[in-house]
């Protein structure tokens, strides 16, 4: 890995409190607005609003080796930073370590069940996730895909609700059991921790690319989703084509925009990588190569359904107005958007982690580029009322980002304590919470 430090200075000026200090506010003021008004009778469309979870006390046989693990692991892990740790070995014990945290932590309330237990048919959320449409690649993998736009809204909540992308690789990976779909959301989403420390590598230096990893690898709602959400498998192909959409040279942008193609085959919600690199392209450069990155995002979209709806009929519009359709007919119609503006972001940055999102705020009011676009997307994101409510999971994609805007003010010597309480919070969350997945 050879990295390509961008010198990172200390953020200096008044938007760096100015900023934060707001958040923190407006989130404090939202959640107290949602559990006040929920107590009192009114519906927002989830149990504890602003979040989609429940309090629900549970603690496991296994739970005090998850805390344990989280106890150590945020003591040591500060010791990656170390020079004599290379760039190589900082990856590989950042991804097992992610990877344990993210293990323990889902089977702190009922055992390793906890690893699967989303896709299996006792869980009431199985019947909504994705296992449950592989019947419909009956008549082939063409059929499907040119028929897919007409029977989507017959397929479970989740399997229309995204492009088939999951649907094609488990039907082309003859995977249909919950424990071999778990596997292969598991793993996939834990190669997100590589891919973010070299994400992290082309925008700073390499100890705040560092800082940034370990963010990442303890923050409550990656440790949290990671092993029990699809979305973790998202996350890492949305950060591999962030990474090369950052990139200097235009054959790095040309995969990354192919890249990005492919990975919203997966989630619609993707498309927002394309847009953060947009922003910090535009602040990191120019206008102008901001535009060009655009338009050769929008020519790889363009080219890449263009190819699949030739070879196999798929309809790229149809099936977004059959995911509009279930999502217009369901649980998040009687979600009201006065709330959720200001929700869905302040339940993302408080899963983010509290201390995480705090120094994100700040690097954002210092005019970090990353911090900046990550602001500009979660509030555009909002506004156009793409997702209200569950962005805790569906923006998983965004949390190695924030994490990147995070290290960039976060001081070194406050590194220990907040992986600490990063860790205090995911535990907290997972024994106390029911949060589905």
Not at 73 to 89: D, E, I, N
Not at 165 to 183: F, K, T
Request: glycine fraction near 8%; proline fraction near 6%.
């Amino acid at each position: 890995m050879e990295a390509q430090a961008v010198p990172v200075s200390a953020p200096r000026g008044r938007g760096e409190t100015i900023v934060p200090v707001t958040g923190a506010f407006v989130a404090a003021a939202t959640v107290a607005y949602g559990l006040i008004a929920t107590a009192g009778g009114t519906e927002l469309g989830t149990p504890l609003a602003p979040f989609l979870a429940a309090w629900e006390p549970r603690i496991g046989p296994l739970a005090a080796a998850a805390a344990a693990l989280l106890a150590v692991g945020a003591t040591l892990a500060p010791r990656l930073q170390w020079t004599s740790v290379s760039a190589w070995q900082f990856a590989a014990a950042a991804l097992m370590l992610a990877l344990a945290l993210r293990l323990a932590l889902a089977a702190a309330r009922e055992g390793i069940v906890g690893w699967y237990g989303v896709y299996d048919v006792p869980n009431h959320e199985a019947a909504s996730e994705y296992l449950p449409a592989l019947p419909a690649f009956e008549f082939g993998l063409r059929f499907f895909l040119d028929t897919f736009a007409e029977i989507g809204t017959s397929l479970p909540v989740h399997a229309v609700g995204h492009p088939p992308g999951l649907l094609v690789l488990l039907h082309a990976l003859r995977i249909d059991s919950a424990p071999g779909m778990a596997a292969l959301t598991i793993l996939g989403g834990a190669l997100s921790v590589p891919l973010a420390y070299l994400l992290a590598r082309a925008l700073l230096d390499e100890k705040r690319a560092r800082t940034a990893t370990l963010l990442y690898v303890f923050a409550p709602s990656a440790v949290l989703y990671g092993a029990t959400s699809a979305d973790a498998l998202y996350a890492s192909l949305a950060l591999a084509a962030a990474l090369a959409l950052v990139a200097r040279k235009r054959l790095g942008r040309t995969f990354g925009a192919a890249t990005l193609a492919l990975a919203s085959f997966f989630s619609y919600a993707n498309l927002a990588v394309g847009a953060w690199a947009t922003i910090v392209a535009a602040r990191r450069e120019s206008t102008r190569r901001a535009v060009t990155l655009a338009a050769l995002c929008a020519a790889a979209l363009c080219a890449f359904y263009a190819g699949l709806h030739v070879a196999t009929g798929y309809d790229p519009v149809g099936a977004l107005g059959a995911a509009e359709s279930v999502y217009r007919e369901g649980v998040a119609s009687g979600r009201p958007y006065a709330f959720w503006v200001l929700g869905s972001p302040v339940a993302f940055l408080i899963a983010l982690g509290l201390p995480t999102a705090w120094y994100a705020l700040r690097s954002a009011g210092a005019g970090s580029a990353p911090a900046v676009a990550v602001v500009a997307v979660l509030a555009v994101a909002a506004v156009l009322g793409f997702t209200k409510a569950e962005t805790e999971r569906i923006y998983l994609f965004i949390v190695p980002i924030a994490c990147v805007a995070a290290a960039a003010s976060l001081p070194e010597r406050h590194l220990r304590p907040v992986l600490g309480a990063l860790a205090a919070q995911a535990l907290a969350a997972e024994l106390l919470l029911e949060t589905i997945w």
